[in-house]
């Protein structure tokens, strides 16, 4: 693989893919293209940039021109870059559908239009919306719950209109919540973390049952790796850990890491206007290429904490 264009490769999740694509493909050139918007920082990537083989292109996605001149040149699209936070959803929903929803349709376009080999399109497990019991499986429809999720699902759409109409050899990779270093601190994990250290109450949604599954970074970079080594075009692949905890779960165990008193330390406050009380999804597609999770929570949380106690000073300014 000659050239491959990641977006949203300066973010968290984009962060650890780019490390593990520039450890495979070591000769391979790497552009990363990333709107720099809040929850991104040229430091998550800084080491792993070189001269004439890994670059940071600052752009948007629903900039068509800027999108049809990087995919002249890409072998493969990895698509990572979107909005991301649910609770930011309820506020400005129509931001979420254009990055999200026009975004990928415009960055399709320019990967067909330039013949791009092969697309890697990432989108959630939240597309299929609350799971009550079990789990999903790939081919089960879509049912989105907020304006996140809809504008997910909106994207995978168009992504399945290109398979179909233009045969365009995409892949559809949907993960469960992930986990991990250089996470921005508005998720659960790198909040409470933050919040703990900094001596600060806790603060949960509802009365913390929600019960969410957690996937470590780096595995989901090797299932990245995985459907683009392996993955059939035009198949959707579910990435997932069946380490499942209630939100008062994940303060408990960052508190305990901390050595403070959850209760007496946390704030409840209103729900969301609408929370899924459960996603759970099924990997069994994407195990049979050969993947599988290698990194749990409980074990990864000490060395996680330990990182954001070494970088305090990077997130304080947000509390």
Not at 50 to 64: A, F
Not at 149 to 162: E, F, I
Request: proline letters at 3%; a neutral charge.
């Amino acid at each position: 693989m000659d050239r491959i264009l990641i977006t949203g490769g300066a973010g968290f999740i984009g962060s650890h893919v780019v490390r593990r694509l520039a450890e495979v493909f070591p000769h391979s050139k790497i552009d990363i293209l990333d709107k720099m918007t809040y929850a991104a920082d040229g430091d998550n990537i800084a080491d792993v940039l070189e001269r004439g083989k890994r670059r940071l292109i600052v752009g948007d996605v629903c900039d068509y021109a800027l999108c049809f001149e990087l995919t002249q040149r890409a072998d493969c699209v990895v698509h990572l870059a979107a909005e991301s936070h649910v609770d930011n959803s309820f506020g400005n929903s129509l931001r979420f559908s254009q990055s999200n929803m026009l975004g990928t349709h415009t960055l399709l376009e320019a990967a067909r239009a330039n013949k791009v080999s092969k697309f890697i399109h990432v989108s959630t497990d939240e597309v299929y919306g609350e799971t009550l019991s079990g789990h999903h499986t790939e081919t089960d429809p879509l049912n989105p719950t907020n304006p996140y999720s809809a504008s997910k699902a909106g994207a995978d759409m168009v992504a399945n209109a290109y398979i179909h109409s233009f045969a365009m050899p995409i892949v559809i990779l949907r993960a469960n919540n992930i986990f991990g270093i250089r996470q921005y601190p508005e998720k659960i994990i790198p909040r409470f973390i933050m919040l703990g250290l900094l001596k600060k109450k806790f603060t949960i949604h509802g009365n913390g049952a929600h019960r969410r599954r957690y996937l470590a970074a780096p595995d989901f970079a090797e299932g990245v790796i995985a459907v683009l080594s392996k993955g059939i075009p035009g198949e959707i692949y579910n990435v997932a850990s069946d380490e499942e905890y209630r939100n008062i779960e994940v303060r408990n165990m960052i508190a305990s890491h901390l050595g403070i008193d959850a209760e007496s330390n946390t704030v409840y406050v209103a729900d969301r206007p609408f929370n899924d009380s459960r996603y759970a999804v099924a990997s069994g597609k994407l195990e049979a290429l050969g993947w599988k999770r290698s990194r749990r929570l409980a074990d990864e949380m000490a060395g996680i904490i330990d990182w954001y106690g070494r970088n305090v000073d990077r997130y304080e300014h947000l509390f």
